[in-house]
């Protein structure tokens, strides 16, 4: 079974760019969910979707991230325009059972780390 | 909200010794705990849960972790450190029935093992 995977491995964009992540979550897994790291503090919670729906965005920064789910398969996540403190390592995690104890057995993925310079 | 403290950034035990990675959470409801592992240019892997069944339980690798409620603590342990286990660890919680289900993360831990 191919776990969760994140494309792409390393982003170096400039101030004021556009950069968009992609998580593909495990095959079968509703609960979806994006993590940031910034250097030197803790992993942060972003978003949760279930299948398509955002069931949770309380972590998003501000209104320069945008993140999909078309068709409750893989997700993107975009940063426009990028800022200088959206560099970080961002982590996309999966889970399956929409209720129940299963859903906060989390599977992560490798994660995308993101530069603004 | 819930909230997780892992005491020391970086901890470092000779290779064979004990290994103790302390951490403690706070909710206002019985949480499910985590541990997780990441090694040097991989993911986050999960290494043992708490899901409130047994209060001691055991993970990959040979770690094991104990829920302690009266302590309001999930530490990790090994018994005999090996070279492979460096990495950074961290320990995590989420609250059963909650509106958020995104894990809460401690900082992390470094273990280091000295030959």
């Known amino acids: 079974e191919a776990g969760v995977t994140q494309f792409p491995s390393h982003s170096v964009i400039e101030k004021g760019q556009t950069v968009t992540l992609r998580c593909d979550p495990i095959?079968?897994?509703?609960?979806l969910y994006w993590y940031r790291r910034v250097m030197g503090k803790e992993i942060k919670f972003l978003l949760h979707?279930?299948?398509?729906?955002?069931?949770?965005e309380s972590g998003m920064p501000n209104n320069r991230f945008l993140a999909e789910r078309t068709g409750g398969t893989y997700s993107t996540l975009k940063v426009q325009p990028a800022e200088l403190e959206d560099s970080g390592v961002y982590f996309c995690a999966s889970s399956q059972d929409w209720a129940g104890a299963l859903r906060h057995e989390q599977y992560f993925g490798p994660g995308t780390r993101l530069t603004v310079t | 909200a819930q909230s997780v403290t892992q005491l020391g950034s970086h901890v470092s035990v000779s290779e064979g010794a004990l290994v103790l990675l302390r951490c403690n959470y706070s909710s206002s409801v019985p949480p499910y705990l985590f541990w997780y592992v990441q090694y040097p240019n991989q993911g986050l892997q999960l290494l043992l849960k708490?899901?409130?069944?047994?209060?001691l339980v055991k993970g990959i690798n040979g770690f094991e972790a104990e829920f302690k409620k009266s302590e309001t603590s999930f530490h990790l342990t090994k018994p005999s450190a090996h070279m492979s286990d460096a990495a950074e660890y961290f320990c995590?919680?989420?609250?059963?029935?909650?509106?958020?289900?995104?894990?809460?993360f401690g900082k992390g831990t470094h273990l280091i093992i000295q030959p």
């Open positions: 979707f279930v299948k398509e729906s955002k069931q949770d």
């Open positions: 708490y899901t409130s069944a047994a209060t």
């Open positions: 995590a919680v989420s609250v059963p029935g909650g509106g958020a289900d995104g894990l809460t």
């Open positions: 095959s079968g897994h509703d609960n």
